[in-house]
């Protein structure tokens, strides 16, 4: 059974930080393109960044910078180191394996 499990998500302040991670099972998850995704209150899903099973990377220009995706294939898991938070980074993140399957989301908002 494949699984993505999102974690790490919560209320933070303007200018604080998060880390989520991605659990992945019932994959070969060393060979997965992974993302990391976002839907933002009433607007689309939007591509957040990207790793490849190499580890070569890819932001979206409004979070490179401040975000960082990483990988660790011995644990099958993936992060998204989040500093320099904003309130428009509130948003449900969710894990992506491409062209398989998606986790169910973890909630993010940034809050004073």
Same mark, same amino acid.
């Given at each position: /059974?494949? /699984?993505?499990? @999102? %974690?790490?998500?919560?209320?933070? /302040? ?8 991605? $659990? ?10 992974? +993302? ?6 009433? !607007?689309?899903? @939007?591509?957040? +960044?990207?790793? *490849? ?6 932001? +979206? ?12 294939? %011995? !644990? ?11 309130? @428009?980074?509130? $948003? ?5 394996? $491409? ?7 973890? /909630?993010? *908002?940034?809050?004073?």
């Amino acid at each position: /059974q494949v /699984q993505l499990v @999102e %974690s790490g998500g919560g209320l933070v /302040q303007p200018g604080g930080s998060l880390r989520l991670s991605c $659990a992945a099972s019932g994959i070969i998850f060393s060979r997965y393109y992974m +993302a990391w995704y976002r839907q933002p209150p009433g !607007k689309q899903r @939007e591509l957040v +960044a990207g790793i *490849t099973s190499g580890g070569t990377t890819n932001y +979206a220009d409004s979070v490179r910078g401040r975000f960082t995706i990483s990988r660790d294939n %011995s !644990k099958n898991t993936m992060y998204l180191q989040m500093n320099s938070l904003k309130p @428009e980074d509130t $948003a449900v993140y969710y894990c992506n394996a $491409a062209n398989c399957c998606r986790g169910q989301g973890t /909630q993010v *908002t940034v809050s004073s």
